[in-house]
């Protein structure tokens, strides 16, 4: 690669030049070396040729060369590759980061754009908090396929083309993406699904009746799953072919839908009892409608689509040896020889194609054609259709990459007629296509147009007629086109007891429409069943959610002799304003709330406006999932008597939920024992005494006014002891030194527990202007409000763990930063008991109880699987990804790494392609074999209870001196993995140790291990997942000390500053 002048620079920070003797303020040589690429302060404006710059862009491209389409394109580096191709697909990372992005809008246009009407906003949320079982129980339990649709759905025109983000710069969240990988890191955790617990047990005889579903496509197995869940117990699916999915498994090409993904979904319908019968067909020569009735099914579901390719009588006769294909004879060919699995043959080879092929069509089975075609040995393939580019019935990611793989477009041509040489096709005739004033398009005979090539492949669609099959659905009525008359709201057909849906009922194009089809019509099948049983069934769907295991895991607690449904509850803070939102809450299943903090009338407040404001610890971050709020609310504005009476109506229709009443007095026992009696005397569960408001109520000489003393709050806690007959809660305000001594002090006063912490007192920042926000009134005046959400999270889990390991059983409610399952677990470990909630509902709402719920459950479960011991929750071991994509790995084959840009990435292609040509059989390489879904794994004891898990990583935090300083880590870096960007390399060089060098041409890191730390600044900063891991020194650090000891040195602190030996001899 040729030089670029003024990258780097001689000169030393300062204008210095380089010294040389025993001065430590300069780096040594070796590290000046090191240096080289760390970014410097440049002295003047950049200049380099053109010409230059022309040449080394090459060097670093990552996307398409344009120039490099000039070139020859007449090799297939495709041959034999059915690797992922699909540009939605996500790792760990890049699943976090896109769900981070995501509104979830209210009455979210997402949603109402999905055929099925998947809750796309509480996934996202779900993906977002790491609670992957909760996103993929909210897509399985309105979509049965979801993880196929995740991978094939057109999103663009579904739930994406109705995303609000699309408005901004940023635009459009990557639903499908995002479903795919949620699905998938269930699919990960093998874990079966189970009936519903409203399944009535005994069934009923109606749930008893024979169903039977033919064709094994999306529409019945979607079908057959519903009615599962609803529990129904005797249900078949007859299948004509020895393979089962559909078109999904025969038509869908591998790179885009793999086998073990459909063998999923078919293993969850299993679990629910539903039988599969392969060979068996809709047909006058075996199964007919009047048939399966007479043979006592109850109802029957056709789903069998359109199992025959349309054509034109110019192809009649052509066969596959003339080189002719139909998209219903090509594409099963090649899913057979690519999805290991589809089928019990193991010796089935692609269609043998060469030299160029030209596809019919401009629809998504079109361009699936075309990019099979590539890997089948095709040289060239167009793509040639009669309209215009503006009229392409694909969806544009299908067309975009077909582009991308270098199928030509050719638009406006009509075919006329084949021409044959030497018995097989050497070329197809075209008339120009153009699209007259009243938009009709016409043919121009008078523009010709013939292109050569050695093979076709139609792909005009397909239809049914075959009159055996037709027959087969007597007495059905059929409409003009030979298909069933199908009530589009319900599924069913002119025949009583008899569904359809699918292709053939005429309205689903799209894998998605056809799964809702079959959900539509399970619902229409379960009333005809309960009709004819005197049932009466509601016309509105009411189908059961997706189940398994996880969703019976009991996460109830008992705290002070209460009972909590769930540890989840709204804190003291805004979600509490009314009594009416707290009615809200109950409904949506949080298990506890407490009220907003109320006084005596003659401490009654009027709150400041503006008044709770956004923070500024996560960056210039607008809209949701702020990593902190600050506000100057004081207590709230409603009289005591209000609060009384909401807690009285609020425990007679919410028994089993837990309220805590919020008070605050100033430091006046009667003032104190007062609220008391009156919020007991309301029915309250308990009481959270406030001494801990940073603002505005300390200047009244309440809040933390008197809960920063020890002996106030000590006496405080005596005072309402003395009235009080059910539990009470100190809460802690973690504006003091030593927090575990406040806490102490409140349990000598008689406390029952705290609540750890309040929110944090300070000031979120200043505009150029020098004024803070909130600024109130005409002055823009403010004051020091309270710091909430996840910025305050270190601080509670440390408050949290320090009065845990000081008060051993002293229960702690905890609050500050909780927004996931994730945190949850930290702080249960930590040592609390529940959880209060704020900041998380002010970024969304109450719903994400749900998410909470479902999270804390799994989390629970899969830490009792056998198998998944090196998960971390519901993250399993990362795996080693480009783009999402599983690394492909050269390193083994040529001996060394290679980075994926520029030459690298070419030559790495080239290796891959070369591979893959050697591959006999696509059906039996070590990468290819059928991942088993079933049996799923098993417990290898009980899921823990709440209070089982609460403080168990007490014993892991201790004081530095517990620390072992002779046990180090050095970073190791995955050069696959590797990105690139050099932050590990920046960081080590200007806040560590120097030791990463960065090489000049590839740009891969490499660690100097006798100079790295093990600090993990490098870890810390890495945009990859486990690029960088930490591993285990060999051989003991020394620390490098710039001047050495003296010979006479003796330390201070011999236990701290020396090390110990196993056999506890102290070395240096």
Not at 869 to 890: F, H, I, L, M, N
């Amino acid at each position: 690669m040729p030089p670029v002048p003024n990258e780097t620079s001689n000169l030393l920070a300062g204008g210095g030049t380089r010294q040389s003797g025993g001065l430590v303020s300069f780096e040594p040589q070796d590290i000046e070396n090191l240096l080289s690429l760390n970014p410097k302060i440049k002295p003047y404006a950049n200049a380099v040729p053109s010409a230059v710059t022309k040449k080394v862009k090459k060097h670093w491209k990552r996307n398409e060369d344009k120039s490099e389409n000039l070139k020859c394109n007449t090799c297939s580096p495709l041959y034999n590759n059915f690797d992922d191709i699909k540009h939605t697909t996500l790792s760990e990372r890049g699943a976090l980061r896109e769900a981070a992005r995501c509104l979830k809008c209210a009455d979210a246009p997402c949603q109402k754009s999905c055929p099925t009407q998947l809750d796309v906003k509480s996934f996202i949320g779900s993906i977002a908090t790491k609670n992957y079982y909760g996103a993929a129980k909210a897509i399985l339990s309105d979509n049965p396929l979801g993880l196929t649709c995740g991978m094939v759905c057109p999103t663009s025109d579904l739930c994406v083309g109705g995303c609000n983000l699309a408005a901004t710069e940023e635009g459009a969240i990557n639903i499908g993406g995002l479903q795919h990988f949620a699905v998938d890191m269930f699919k990960q955790m093998k874990i079966s699904q189970v009936l519903p617990p409203d399944v009535p047990n005994p069934l009923p005889e109606a749930f008893k009746s024979k169903i039977a579903l033919l064709g094994c496509g999306p529409a019945s197995i979607s079908a057959a799953t519903f009615l599962g869940r609803l529990g129904y117990a005797d249900i078949t699916i007859y299948e004509k072919a020895d393979y089962l999915g559909g078109l999904n498994t025969s038509e869908l090409p591998a790179y885009r839908l793999p086998y073990d993904v459909i063998n999923f979904e078919l293993d969850l319908m299993k679990d629910l009892g539903v039988k599969i019968e392969t060979g068996r067909a809709l047909s006058t020569e075996d199964l007919t409608v009047e048939k399966l009735q007479k043979d006592g099914f109850a109802t029957v579901f056709i789903g069998i689509g359109n199992p025959e390719a349309k054509t034109i009588p110019m192809f009649n006769g052509l066969t596959e040896e003339q080189g002719y294909f139909t998209s219903k004879s090509f594409l099963p060919q090649v899913a057979r020889a690519s999805k290991p699995g589809m089928c019990a043959c193991k010796t089935q080879k692609l269609p043998e194609l060469f030299g160029t092929v030209i596809v019919l069509g401009a629809g998504d089975t079109a361009f699936d054609c075309a990019t099979s075609a590539l890997r089948c040995g095709a040289k060239r393939v167009f793509v040639v259709f009669r309209k215009g580019f503006i009229n392409i019935r694909a969806v544009p990611e299908e067309a975009e990459l077909a582009k991308q793989e270098k199928c030509e477009f050719v638009p406006f041509l009509s075919p006329q007629e084949v021409v044959m040489k030497h018995g097989r096709i050497a070329a197809l005739k075209f008339f120009r296509t153009e699209q007259d004033d009243e938009g009709r398009w016409i043919e121009d005979a008078e523009q010709p147009t013939k292109l050569k090539c050695d093979f076709v492949i139609s792909a005009f669609g397909s239809g049914l007629y075959d009159a055996k099959v037709k027959n087969a659905m007597a007495p059905l009525k059929m409409t003009r086109w030979g298909t069933p008359e199908v009530d589009v709201t319900t599924m069913e057909t002119s025949e009583p007891g008899v569904f359809c849906g699918g292709d053939l009922a005429g309205v689903a194009e799209t894998a998605v429409e056809a799964v809702n089809d079959g959900k539509i019509a399970a619902w229409s099948i379960h009333r005809y069943i309960q009709k004819k049983f005197n049932v009466t069934v509601p016309s509105t769907p009411q189908l059961p959610k997706f189940y398994t295991d996880i969703d019976n895991v009991d996460i109830s607690v008992d705290v002070c002799g209460i009972k909590f449904p769930n540890p989840y509850g709204l804190a003291s803070a805004p979600p509490a304003t009314t009594c009416g939102m707290i009615r809200r809450a109950f409904e949506a299943g949080w298990g506890f709330a407490v009220t907003k903090t109320f006084g005596l009338d003659k401490d009654i407040v009027t709150n400041v406006a503006p008044r709770i404001v956004r923070g500024t610890t996560s960056g210039h971050i607008y809209g949701p999932g702020q990593g902190a709020f600050l506000n100057i609310e004081l207590i709230s504005e409603k009289t005591a008597a209000y609060w009384c009476q909401g807690v009285t109506e609020l425990k007679t229709d919410f028994p089993s939920h837990v309220v805590i009443a919020s008070v605050m007095a100033s430091y006046c026992k009667e003032d104190w024992q007062e609220l008391v009696i009156m919020a007991q005397d309301a029915g309250s569960d308990g009481i959270e005494l406030n001494l801990s408001c940073p603002h505005g109520m300390g200047e009244r000489g309440m809040g933390l006014a008197c809960g920063q003393d020890p002996d106030m709050v000590r006496n405080i806690c005596t005072w309402v002891r003395e009235v009080c007959t059910i539990p009470f809660f100190a809460k802690m305000t973690p504006n003091v030194t030593n927090i575990v001594s406040i806490a102490k002090a409140a349990k000598e006063g008689g406390a029952d527990g705290v609540t750890a912490i309040n929110t944090v007192s300070g000031l979120m920042g200043l505009n150029m202007k020098g004024v803070a926000w909130p600024a109130v009134g005409k002055e823009k005046k403010t004051t020091y409000g309270g710091v909430s959400g996840n910025a305050v999270k270190p601080m509670a889990l440390k408050a949290v763990s320090a009065i845990a390991k000081a008060l051993p059983g002293f229960p702690i409610l905890a609050t500050g930063g909780i927004d996931s399952a994730d945190v949850t677990m930290q702080f249960l470990l930590a040592g609390a008991s529940t959880m209060q909630v704020s900041s998380a509902i002010q970024n969304q709402d109450f719903t994400v109880i749900e998410d909470y719920i479902t999270g804390l459950k799994a989390l629970l479960y899969l830490s009792s699987i056998e198998g998944l011991e090196d998960w971390d929750g519901q993250s399993p071991p990362t795996a080693r990804t480009q783009k999402g994509k599983p690394v492909v790995s050269v390193q083994n084959i040529i001996g060394k790494n290679l980075p994926n840009f520029g030459p690298y990435a070419k030559e790495k292609a080239t290796v891959v392609a070369e591979e893959k040509k050697k591959m006999q059989n696509l059906l039996e390489t070590e990468e290819s074999s059928l991942e088993q879904n079933r049996p799923a794994n098993k417990l290898k004891s009980l899921p823990p209870k709440v209070a089982e898990v609460i403080g168990k990583a007490l014993d892991k935090i201790g004081t530095y001196s517990d620390l072992d300083n002779r046990e180090h880590v050095v970073a190791l870096i995955d050069p696959e993995m590797c990105i690139n960007c050099g932050k590990c390399y920046m960081t080590c060089n200007d806040t560590g140790y120097q030791a990463i060098e960065f090489d000049p041409e590839t740009h891969l890191p490499r660690v100097k291990n006798d100079s790295c730390t093990g600090c993990t600044l490098c870890y810390s900063v890495c945009p990859i997942i486990e690029c960088i891991q930490m591993v285990p020194r060999s051989g003991l650090y020394e620390p490098k000390r710039g001047v050495a000891l003296s010979s006479d040195w003796q330390p201070r602190l011999p236990d701290m500053q020396l090390r110990k030996k196993m056999d506890n001899a102290i070395v240096q």
